[in-house]
């Protein structure tokens, strides 16, 4: 009777063990099925989640920005209470912020006869303004007034001559140019060419947005700013001015009095600005770089993007002065070794980063702080 018993309990078990590894068995199979039928569908569908997120991460910045600064607002709105509870110091009834904020009697205050006076603010503009014309003014004085030229003002408003009258709105661009409206077909090469600009100057400028910062793609009715374009029905002349002036320097590179040398022999293509402060130099696709000062290298980056420079180095001089090589095809050097000025070679100009072109993007920095470049190359 006891054996009978046990062997039906022995079988119960198997039965029961045989019934649990059949259900996880069944249970892996089932999420093996779901995870790749998952994954399928991940695949299938990534391509417009990359499209989204990366290829129009150009177009919808601004967008992110603004959600993204309503956010910070929002938080800071909501612990505002918090704070103010729990450090008195942000409290209006604290003793700290009655001292700042309780009149004193014994000050005065005077004005002088320009505190009504509108100045025009030194805050780099990252889009076309309009202003009202007033009393005394001309199409020189609102040039002179806004930093660009007259010719971007009468382009921009369809001014033929410099006759303007109070009241009336002008469209002031936030530099000398050209606004443009993108249309079908158009890239930043033809809008350059169509305006006798350069390209890089578009992509350099920093408020144009692109599709694909990396391909400068556009986007069918955005407003492009052509930095220094030049209205089609006075290209000819304008462009001999540009060329003259544009073909700086060339032959063997002498090191001047104060020790500097041009890092290369070739054409500046563009010369710097509030938002370029640098110069490019233009020249075929491995041409050597030497070194700009005497000095040893402080950093080296080579295959990356890094913001826009690509492949670049930085050389400084122990005394306050950096110089910075960018968009080069491969460099010559290593972080730690010493260069000497107008010898070293320290790479070969190439396209890397953000480039439309082979040039090389010459930086020059005082202090930490970037300055003109002609100012220690003349």
Not at 233 to 242: C, G
Not at 335 to 343: E, F, I
Not at 366 to 378: D, E, R, S, T
């Amino acid at each position: 009777m006891i054996k009978r018993r046990l062997l039906v309990f022995f079988a119960s078990t198997r039965s029961i063990l045989f019934g649990i590894f059949e259900f996880f068995g069944f249970l892996g199979l089932y999420l093996k099925k779901k995870i790749i039928f998952s994954s399928e569908k991940f695949e299938k569908n990534k391509n417009y989640f990359v499209k989204i997120f990366i290829v129009k991460r150009g177009r919808y910045n601004r967008l992110f920005l603004h959600f993204a600064t309503i956010g910070v607002l929002g938080f800071g709105i909501l612990i505002a209470p918090f704070l103010a509870s729990t450090y008195p110091v942000f409290s209006a009834n604290s003793s700290t912020s009655a001292k700042i904020t309780e009149p004193n009697t014994q000050q005065l205050i005077s004005v002088d006869a320009n505190v009504f006076q509108t100045d025009i603010s030194q805050k780099p503009r990252d889009k076309v303004i309009e202003y009202s014309v007033q009393r005394g003014d001309t199409i020189s004085t609102i040039a002179n007034k806004f930093g660009i030229s007259e010719d971007t003002i009468r382009w921009a408003n369809g001014l033929s001559g410099d006759s303007i009258t109070v009241g009336d709105t002008l469209k002031i661009l936030p530099v000398t140019g050209i606004a443009h409206k993108v249309i079908s077909g158009e890239t930043v090469y033809s809008i350059a060419k169509y305006y006798d600009s350069n390209p890089q100057q578009i992509v350099d400028f920093p408020f144009n947005e692109f599709a694909n910062p990396e391909t400068f793609s556009l986007v069918i009715g955005q407003i492009l700013i052509v930095p220094d374009g030049v209205k089609p029905s006075e290209v000819p002349v304008q462009r001999i001015r540009q060329n003259i002036s544009r073909q700086y320097y060339a032959g063997p590179i002498p090191v001047s009095p104060g020790g500097f040398s041009w890092p290369l022999s070739g054409g500046i293509s563009q010369y710097a600005s509030w938002y370029h402060m640098a110069i490019d130099i233009t020249a075929p696709v491995g041409t050597p770089v030497v070194a700009a000062e005497n000095g040893s290298v402080t950093s080296v980056s080579v295959g990356s993007w890094d913001g826009g420079y690509g492949t670049n180095v930085w050389i400084n001089n122990g005394q306050g002065i950096a110089t910075h090589y960018n968009h080069m095809s491969g460099v010559n050097v290593s972080v730690g070794q010493p260069v000497t000025v107008g010898s070293t070679v320290i790479g070969w100009v190439g396209m890397t980063g953000r480039t439309t072109g082979p040039h090389l993007h010459f930086e020059v920095s005082k202090n930490g702080a970037l300055i003109n470049p002609m100012a220690i190359l003349q």
